[in-house]
């Protein structure tokens, strides 16, 4: 039988429609796996319509659960209802992945000040999608065919991350990207870990993290039996684990150190996957793109690879 998988449309106001309607009517896709598409089909239909996209086939099911009317959406702002509205279509998806009314869940691209504007505390799916499953190990692995990264913080300010990291949440992030590769990917993975400090701290010249926090993780890492290396300049280790081929992933101290490298290789294919859920959930690797929403020039190729890889994870299990 086909994987069956949830897409949540996105934010209204962003390409998340566009990407959607694109990737669930490719027939890469609809030979891959069966879809339940949930979001606002007045919305869908409406660009459907405006952008000339063919209306997805009766054998790819359309949840309705909001009331928007289109010609009230302003393209490229955010909106309290659009917030309330993106947040729903996410719940309903884990609820159906929860309940096993569907294999894996991919998520469309959501605008954090929209959904604060609606009340939502959470500065994105991550942590709204822990708090839904009651789960608190996870972590943010965003990946494609040559690269994947896992971030050991992740929406924090720069000035916070050295305070933010311990030898505990180090050796999880570790921990979670070695169980997530066994039992999804398949393989016994190659774990490189990027040091916070230039030169890798330079023995205490930049920096003392990599001796307080990041080795004592990674030797605790390895008494558990996981491959893992030394703190690595993080000014090689992409190209160590890109050209090299050397290790399997990159876990990285913060946001940025893990994601421009990523979206330079992976800017149109990369895809998000949250590590440690109940759950499998795969997301596009881009937000909301209000620039050129509702223009029609929306790439989904993003979306087209995150639904690639949540039926082939759902296929390991």
């Known amino acids: 039988m086909k994987t069956t998988v949830a897409i949540t449309m996105g934010d209204p106001a962003g390409i998340g429609p566009e990407v959607v ?6 027939s890469k896709v609809k030979r891959l796996c069966r879809l339940a598409v949930l979001g606002d089909e007045v919305v869908l239909r409406y660009l459907a319509r405006k952008m000339g996209i063919e209306w997805p086939a009766a054998d790819i099911r359309i ?14 702002r ?57 789960t608190r190990d996870y972590a943010m ?4 065919k040559k690269l994947k990264v896992v971030l050991v913080t992740i929406h924090e300010s720069i000035k916070s991350v050295p305070g933010l990291l311990t030898i505990d949440n180090i050796y999880k992030t570790i921990q979670l990207t070695d169980g997530t ?46 491959e893992v290396s030394d703190p690595l300049p993080p000014d090689t280790v992409f190209y160590r684990t890109i050209e090299n081929k050397e290790y ?23 895809v998000n996957v949250t590590l440690g859920l109940p759950i499998i959930r795969t997301s596009v690797a881009h937000g909301t793109a209000y620039d050129i929403a509702w223009k029609g020039v929306a790439s989904p190729k993003s979306m087209i690879a995150a639904i690639e890889m949540a039926v082939s994870m759902a296929k390991k299990v």
């Open 63 to 76: 949840i309705n659960l909001s009331s928007l009317n289109p010609e009230e959406i302003r393209p490229g």
């Open 21 to 26: 309607l694109k990737a669930v009517t490719s």
């Open 181 to 226: 590769f066994k039992k999804y990917f398949g393989l016994k993975p190659r774990i490189a870990v990027a040091a916070l400090n230039p030169h890798g701290g330079e023995k205490g010249l930049f920096g003392n993290e990599e001796k307080k926090v990041i080795v004592p993780a990674i030797k605790r890492a390895r008494r558990a039996g996981i």
């Open 141 to 144: 692995m965003l990946g494609g």
């Open 248 to 270: 399997d992933v990159v876990v990285c101290m913060y946001h940025d150190q893990g994601l421009i490298p990523l979206k330079l290789i992976h800017f149109e294919d990369g």
């Open 78 to 134: 955010p909106d309290s209802a659009c917030g309330r509205a993106m947040m729903r279509y996410v719940e309903e998806a884990v609820l159906m992945a929860m309940d096993g009314d569907v294999d894996a869940m991919v998520t469309g691209p959501i605008n954090k000040e929209a959904i604060n504007r609606a009340g939502y505390k959470f500065p994105g799916h991550t942590e709204f999608m822990a708090d839904l499953t009651r």
